[in-house]
């Protein structure tokens, strides 16, 4: 697992290293689509398929909202290991090292950019399943309100409804352990988050987000527009984030790179 997922984001780290503006990953699979061919017929209301990311900013946009004074210490607390303000993972304190989840806003904007997204449709729910970590989310469709005081979750709790062709979810919730992004942006246990999902023909899905949180951001973050691409001969791998293979990965790599040496 460690291998594997560390072999994938090498790559990324001299591309992350500069500006959100430049952090970018051109995700390759599915990328030989015929896009001059007209697009068969599709049921806008059904997401169901195999999808991979094609937009190459791996945050919700370029440009960050201002923070406000308690999300600004979050932030600096944070030491990531791409970007900027990159250090190495060793002297880090990226959650995944420690094989916490990435949350939902991560996996959505990183995880699809290496390994594909699942969607399913149920009468009652929808499901999403990344394969990174082999985990899910699951969006209520059966008109249930979000809990008014949930219990804070990795991927919060979410609720959609259908707004014409548009698949609108409202999520809550959220466990501030998380990070937004690889880049150490923080949110609170207070944030919102609102998806909204259209199939635009049979092979494109376009995402918006708008993600508000008053106690880390002056202003609702509005995502520019991500566009997933159908990969019809995918298949979701199972790729567990091991805790005992990824402490031995660290001890016998990842902290002798960085200088670091633990008993």
Known sequence: MSNRFTSSIVGLAAI???????????????????????????????????????????????????????????????????GPRAIPPALGNDPTGKCDPLGLVRN???????????????????????????????????????????????????VGKWEGDTFVVDSTGFDERTWLDHFGTPHSDQMRLQERYKRLDRDNLELTMTLTDPMTFTKPWVSEKKIFKLDPKAEIQELFCVPSEEEAFNKKVRDPAGGVIRN
Do not use: C
């Open 16 to 82: 992350l290293a500069f500006s959100p503006a430049a952090l970018s990953y051109a995700g390759q699979r599915g990328a030989g689509a015929n896009a001059a061919a007209p697009s068969p017929p599709h049921d806008p209301k059904d997401l169901s398929g195999i999808w991979t990311k094609t937009w190459r900013t791996l945050a919700l946009s370029a440009e960050v909202p201002p923070m406000t004074p308690e999300g600004q210490a979050k932030f600096n607390a944070n030491k990531p290991s791409y």
């Open 108 to 158: 959505l904007l990183l995880e699809v950019a290496i390994y594909p997204m699942e969607i399913v449709q149920t009468p009652r729910r929808v499901l999403q399943f990344f394969e990174w970590a082999h985990s899910w989310r699951e969006i209520w469709t059966d008109g249930r309100d979000l809990p008014k005081d949930p219990e804070p979750r990795w991927m919060g709790y979410s």
